[in-house]
């Protein structure tokens, strides 16, 4: 019955609205709208047999600027306490964890270190393969 329970990867969630569709007061683009990534995490939940361990990690800051985005921090903070117990991170697309080299910089150490084994986007699940590495930086 134990294998049961590992038949699955746990993950943790990350969705962040776009600034500009703040300002805006709309979202703007669809894709990018925080409704879309909830339905984006349901979906990739289910289409690659994941199992969620935390409620979604959330930002309506932008991604351009380091450092300043509580979700994304509180989500690091909570993979650093559970690396043992995560498998990796669902996003819509990758520029959703970071769009500068300082947050990005702690996504792809944290690959290297082995405490974030994939993403899974809409486009491509991504490993901590060098050459993913790469794509992801």
């Known amino acids: 019955m ?3 329970q590992e ?3 746990r993950v943790i969630a990350y969705i962040r609205k776009s600034s500009e569709d703040n300002e ?15 339905q984006f995490v349901k979906e990739a939940i289910s289409k690659y047999n994941l199992k969620l361990v935390h409620s979604i990690f959330e930002d ?3 991604g351009y ?12 903070e909570y993979l650093d306490g559970h690396k043992d117990e ?5 996003c819509t697309e990758i520029s959703r964890l970071a769009r ?10 944290k690959m290297q270190k082995g405490i974030i084994k994939r993403i899974y986007t809409y486009s491509k699940v991504f490993t901590n393969s ?3 590495q790469m794509m992801v930086a």
Not at 24 to 38: D, H, I, M, P, T
Not at 65 to 76: K, S
Request: hydrophobic fraction near 35%; proline fraction near 0%; avoid cysteine.
């Open 2 to 4: 134990e294998n049961n």
């Open 7 to 9: 038949s699955f990867n």
């Open 24 to 38: 805006r007061g709309e979202a703007s683009k669809q894709q990018n709208s925080l409704q879309y990534q909830r």
């Open 60 to 62: 309506d800051k932008t």
């Open 65 to 76: 600027e380091a450092f300043i985005r509580g979700g994304f921090q509180a989500m690091l």
């Open 86 to 90: 995560i498998d990796g991170i669902v």
């Open 100 to 109: 500068n080299f300082g947050d990005g910089g702690l996504i792809l150490w």
């Open 130 to 132: 060098s050459t993913d």
